[in-house]
């Protein structure tokens, strides 16, 4: 398989994350009495949909802290590793860019930042960088477990996609959950603000929660 056509892949499967992602929170709302149990369900229905489609070109990592821990369990060479994360970085901007012009045309935003991802609810900073680490170590952990082994690869798009539904339910009332720096940077880039100022913890804490999971498997799971 041509390395372009994986991280076309990628890119479009990190399109439609963020898109359907970021989109239904700002089209429907986070609200406790339904929404945000919708936007939940968007996010791990675009992993499930994205799995079946382009987990046989590149694995459908559409988030560079899964492929760093793909890197870092010998999954993923270091040349396709800084690809797949310009790839999904793109995408994610692309998908951000195109929700700022649909607000531009007169459809609300409820979340008033396109989606990006917060710490007013975390406790602050620190609470943010321990709610992101833990939750992508979970998530990460589980995509490590389930694609590891042929014969749960049938499904594994299915618990990948559930797992991240739950995180968000947890995150959601938090952070707005991130757990995919890509997913954080497009909406910040075209918010700005305090959401762009912090986006750094979306990225460090995804990244570092993504390491820790990789070691853990390779010390605990791993043959």
């Known amino acids: 398989m041509s390395s372009m056509k994986k991280y076309a892949s990628e890119f479009i499967g990190t399109f439609v994350l963020t898109f359907m992602g970021c989109g ?4 429907l709302g986070c609200d406790p009495a339904g929404g945000h149990l919708a936007v939940a369900l968007a996010f791990g229905l675009s992993i499930v949909a994205m799995a ?12 560079p802290a899964v492929s760093i821990a793909m890197l870092l369990d010998k999954r993923l060479s270091s040349g396709n590793f800084i690809g797949y994360v310009i790839s999904q970085v793109c995408g994610a901007i692309v998908a951000a860019m195109l929700l700022k ?10 979340t008033g930042g ?5 710490v007013a609810n975390a406790g602050g900073v620190c609470g943010a960088l321990i709610i992101e ?4 170590f979970i998530f990460v952990f589980t995509i490590l477990g389930v694609t590891a082994n042929e ?6 798009g299915i618990v990948i996609g559930l797992t991240l539904t739950f995180v968000h339910i947890v995150g ?4 707005g959950t991130s757990v995919n720096p890509a997913r954080s940077i497009g909406p910040a880039l075209f918010t700005g603000g305090s959401a762009l100022i912090n986006v750094w913890i979306f990225i460090v804490a995804p990244l570092a929660g993504a390491a820790l999971a990789a070691i853990v498997y390779q ?5």
């Open 101 to 110: 012009i649909l607000t531009t045309l007169g459809i609300s935003d409820l």
């Open 52 to 63: 079946y489609v382009i987990g046989g070109v590149s694995g459908c990592h559409i988030n």
């Open 172 to 175: 959601i009332p938090l952070t």
């Open 133 to 136: 680490f833990i939750l992508t």
């Open 219 to 223: 010390m605990l799971v791993k043959k």
């Open 114 to 118: 396109l989606g990006a991802n917060g």
């Open 24 to 27: 239904s929170a700002m089209f």
């Open 151 to 156: 014969s749960t690869s049938s499904i594994a």
